[in-house]
């Protein structure tokens, strides 16, 4: 027999044998039990060494895979603490109503999930009876819930049970308009007083709920709240794991030790068009991802049927037939007969053949086709009763059920069961007898097949009602309890004011010490929490490290390499930075459960995450909508901003419309100032609306940039500081241009205000052109509000949009000029009375210097007076080969 640790090399020749006779002794009983009792043996002695290695503290890598079976055997379940037959009673009353308001709404095409919650109804009620706190347990932010979006009806239909909904809002399912509505998926913005995280777009639950953790242990750790009472569970599905995103921050869970968070994942082994892993199996991949990033894994796979057989099988043959047989063979044999099964799963296996022998067809099929640890309360206890004892690492419970369980066999572990939207009355006779409802067939007969409840006084909604009484109160629920946060003192947005003097500074570094002077405030300054994805010292945040301190749940367990230095890399456990390497991903998660803490925690906190624009809206705007829809307050800033302010950086560094990204999105207040004084105050206006008295559920995003610039005073004329928020203002009038000197508008956002300004001068200088100067601070706002004045025009009201107005009476065409692609100015063009043409940056951006790229595009100074004086020559204003002349002066 070959020794294959002999023949090729390991990591563990490289550690000194200090007993090598000893080593070979373990090797040869190794193989002495390999060659007398089959591998099999040998392999199940290894793994229970390895286990108990493990459970000894040993230092050895873990076990990845454990076998396919159930974590905690049945004689090993903790007995169960409530009344089973009774939360019988209560799921299937929630089972029917969820089947019937998707069914009810499906006969006006409105769609909707049936299979999803009868897969999980048991996941979902186990906790609700018993694990999930509501918000009036100790410490008043009870539990955080990420409901998987599909199974949604599952919980409308328990809301309805213990009184929260009527019959009439079930018959809004899915229909909004007009009030009463209840969303199709968890929706904060849509249902605020029920659901607290937006998880149908897959992938971004998981995601949100590991940094929700992580930030509850944030506050906790910053002297803001205890969260100590607050658990947060994820309901996911196993075809959701295929996401990158529901597994891309599993390893921080892991290495921060998160034992405050539980991933419940519904293994149904189907995603939407077929099984999840046809060929492979899920429940054992998940398993390995999760181990390998530090995780607790507990199986729950099979239900109490299953305890005959697993007894019967005393060569461990059941065991690894179970392991061996891909998904999709194992979900066709949740649909066969017992023959089938008997001759494609035991006939394999000589000894699976004898033991099948003594189990009838009947047991042979309960097992197949739906004994599964999922469907059974004790089960689902015993699992949840070891995550929450687990401590030092986050758990994950794998729980395989059946996709469209109860539903009947047309459902049952069907490929296509993700798309059927309704049952037919046959269906519901078929369920309503399995769930043993007392619902008589006179009220089937009707095509609108009916709600159905035990009355509000019945035995079923009396405990569900204590046992959520016991558990602090409704589930999920959202409550706000609005806490005001007192306007900070004037200092440092005077500073901005006054402009810079003869000092050059970037918008991006005024941002930076505003909200560095800011965070020094006796009152708020606490509760900023700056996010930044590992690039703080491109942003000029160096400065903030040795006195904020970079946010470790461990501290700083080393000695930093440059710690003899002012501004060295300081790590605190209450730290105050959230520095979170290289994820736009993760830091937009980190801002969302920061942005929401005023709700989730009572705590109000100010988040101002810090980016490169390229990489903010158009690689996470996903989570940006999420954010929106979960109420989210706070400053998302896109530094180093524009196509062409990146010098050298090229294509892909090259943001040229973000804005046009964020203006898609209601809830986000886009500016692009082009001074500091700019800066200051729509940060100061951010502040009042989005943590004063009355405060608004809007984000803040604000580009500012990296060239550095003399930052000019605050102008001190009358409506600055309104067109500054409202999106327009002028900020330099032509100096006493001559009476019949051309006139022209030119409007610029943000850097390119300083290419309009030095146009400005050369059209005066070189061509007796007066140009007047307006500084655009955000079209986005410009266009929203003058959508609204059409709104409001349509319905009588006279209304005039701010930018019609600020620009009225102005003489001249208007020319406006970015650093973003025309599409984001010409956002507003049509309410401009004034003939509009704009200058922009589309097209790819590209590696040189700041002066070529703007030659490139066509956006420096000469290239607008060309623009300008073409412009006027087509309105008979100058001479008509103006343009051209221009051109050949100035070398275009």
């Keep these: 027999?070959?020794?294959?640790?002999?023949?090729?090399?390991?990591?563990?020749?490289?550690?000194?044998?200090?007993?090598?006779?000893?080593?070979?002794?373990?090797?040869?009983?190794?193989?002495?039990?390999?060659?007398?009792?089959?591998?099999?043996?040998?392999a199940y002695l290894m793994r229970r060494t390895l286990e108990r290695a493990e459970g000894t503290g040993l230092a050895l890598p873990p076990l990845l895979e454990s076998d396919y079976v159930n974590t905690i055997p049945t004689a090993a379940e903790p007995s169960f603490p409530g009344d089973e037959e009774m939360e019988r009673r209560i799921t299937a009353w929630n089972r029917w109503n969820a089947a019937a308001m998707v069914t009810r709404g499906s006969r006006d095409g409105l769609g909707g999930h049936i299979a999803t919650f009868a897969s999980a109804a048991w996941l979902y009620e186990t906790g609700f009876q018993h694990f999930f706190r509501g918000k009036e347990a100790p410490g008043g932010s009870g539990d955080q819930l990420y409901i998987q979006g599909h199974a949604s009806p599952g919980v409308y239909a328990r809301a309805f049970l213990d009184g929260r909904l009527t019959e009439h809002h079930l018959d809004r399912f899915r229909r909004e308009t007009g009030g009463d509505g209840l969303p199709s998926y968890p929706h904060p913005r849509r249902l605020p007083w029920l659901w607290e995280f937006p998880t149908v777009s897959m992938g971004l639950g998981p995601l949100s709920a590991i940094y929700q953790a992580r930030f509850n242990r944030y506050l906790a750790n910053r002297g803001i709240k205890d969260t100590a009472g607050s658990h947060v569970w994820a309901f996911l599905g196993d075809g959701e794991m295929d996401e990158p995103e529901s597994t891309a921050a599993l390893a921080l869970a892991g290495r921060e030790g998160l034992d405050n968070l539980t991933f419940v994942i519904n293994c149904n082994l189907q995603r939407l068009d077929g099984p999840v892993r046809a060929n492979f199996k899920i429940v054992q991949e998940l398993e390995a991802q999760f181990r390998a990033a530090g995780w607790n894994v507990v199986k729950s796979l099979w239900g109490s049927a299953w305890d005959e057989l697993f007894a019967l099988d005393t060569s461990g043959a059941l065991v690894r037939r179970l392991r061996e047989v891909p998904d999709g063979q194992f979900q066709t044999y949740a649909t066969r007969d017992a023959a089938y099964i008997r001759e494609h799963f035991f006939g394999a296996d000589p000894e699976l053949a004898r033991l099948a022998r003594g189990v009838t067809d009947a047991k042979l099929t309960e097992c197949f086709h739906t004994s599964r640890a999922g469907h059974e309360p004790r089960k689902v206890h015993a699992a949840y009763r070891a995550a929450m004892d687990h401590k030092g690492a986050p758990t994950v419970v794998l729980a395989q059920t059946v996709k469209g369980w109860t539903l009947g066999p047309g459902f049952e572990s069907r490929n296509a069961n993700h798309q059927m939207k309704k049952l037919t009355g046959k269906e519901f006779r078929t369920m309503r007898d399995l769930l043993e409802l007392p619902i008589p067939d006179s009220e089937l007969a009707d095509e609108l097949v009916p709600y159905a409840h035990p009355g509000p006084d019945s035995p079923e909604v009396r405990y569900l009602q204590e046992r959520r009484?016991?558990?602090?109160?409704?589930?999920?629920?959202?409550?706000?309890?609005?806490?005001?946060?007192?306007?900070?003192?004037?200092?440092?947005?005077?500073?901005?004011?006054?402009?810079?003097?003869?000092?050059?500074?970037?918008t991006t570094m005024a941002f930076v010490r505003l909200v560095k002077d800011l965070m020094r405030d006796k009152e708020t300054g606490k509760r900023w929490v700056p996010i930044v994805p590992d690039e703080a010292r491109t942003f000029g945040m160096e400065s903030l490290f040795p006195t904020a301190g970079i946010y470790s749940p461990l501290g700083q367990t080393y000695d930093p390499v440059d710690r003899d230095q002012l501004l060295y890399y300081k790590e605190a456990a209450n730290?105050?930075?959230?520095?979170?390497?290289?994820?736009?991903?993760?830091?937009?998660?980190?801002?969302?459960?920061?942005?929401?803490?005023?709700?989730?925690?009572?705590?109000?906190?100010?988040?101002?995450?810090?980016?490169?624009?390229?990489?903010?809206?158009?690689?996470?705007?996903?989570?940006?909508?999420?954010?929106?829809?979960?109420?989210?307050?706070?400053?998302?800033?896109?530094?180093?901003?524009?196509?062409?302010?990146?010098?050298?950086?090229?294509?892909?560094?090259?943001?040229?419309?973000?804005?046009?990204?964020a203006s898609t999105n209601p809830a986000a207040l886009a500016y692009d100032p082009a001074f500091a004084y700019e800066v200051g105050v729509i940060v100061r206006d951010g502040l009042r609306r989005m943590y004063g008295p009355d405060a608004e559920d809007v984000f803040y995003y604000l580009t500012v940039y990296n060239e550095t610039k003399v930052q000019p005073p605050m102008p001190s004329g009358e409506g600055v500081e309104e067109g500054i928020l409202k999106g327009l203002y002028r900020y330099r009038e032509a100096e006493a241009p001559a009476a019949e000197a051309p006139r022209i508008q030119l409007l610029a956002s943000g850097t390119a205000i300083h290419w309009v300004l030095e146009a400005q001068k050369l059209l005066a200088d070189d061509w007796g052109v007066a140009a007047d100067v307006w500084s655009a601070t955000s079209w986005s706002e410009l266009r929203r509000d003058a959508l609204s004045c059409d709104t409001a025009r349509l319905n009588g009201e006279d209304r005039v949009p701010y930018v019609t107005r600020a620009l009225a009476g102005a003489p001249g065409p208007v020319l406006a000029v970015s650093d973003w692609m025309r599409a984001v100015p010409d956002q507003i063009s049509q309410w401009v009375e004034q003939d509009w043409s704009s200058l922009g940056t589309d097209g790819f951006g590209l590696s040189d210097t700041r002066e070529a790229a703007r030659r490139h595009f066509g956006v420096d100074a000469p290239a607008i007076v060309v623009a300008a004086l073409d412009r006027l020559a087509r309105r008979g204003e100058v001479n008509g080969t103006a343009a051209k002349e221009a051109a050949r002066h100035y070398g275009l």
Aim: aromatic share 8%.
């Design 1 to 42: 027999m070959t020794d294959l640790a002999s023949t090729q090399p390991s990591a563990l020749d490289q550690i000194p044998d200090r007993d090598p006779e000893e080593t070979a002794e373990w090797g040869a009983s190794l193989s002495a039990v390999t060659q007398a009792a089959g591998p099999h043996r040998a």
């Design 575 to 661: 730290g105050q930075i959230l520095n979170e390497g290289i994820t736009e991903a993760g830091s937009m998660a980190d801002f969302t459960a920061a942005a929401t803490s005023y709700a989730t925690h009572g705590e109000p906190m100010i988040p101002f995450y810090i980016f490169y624009s390229m990489f903010g809206w158009q690689r996470t705007a996903d989570q940006m909508w999420a954010l929106a829809d979960q109420l989210g307050r706070g400053f998302l800033i896109g530094a180093t901003a524009g196509r062409t302010t990146m010098t050298g950086e090229g294509l892909q560094h090259a943001d040229g419309h973000s804005h046009l990204i």
């Design 469 to 506: 009484a016991a558990l602090g109160g409704p589930a999920p629920a959202r409550k706000v309890h609005p806490v005001a946060l007192p306007e900070p003192a004037a200092k440092p947005f005077e500073a901005l004011a006054k402009g810079s003097g003869s000092q050059e500074i970037a």
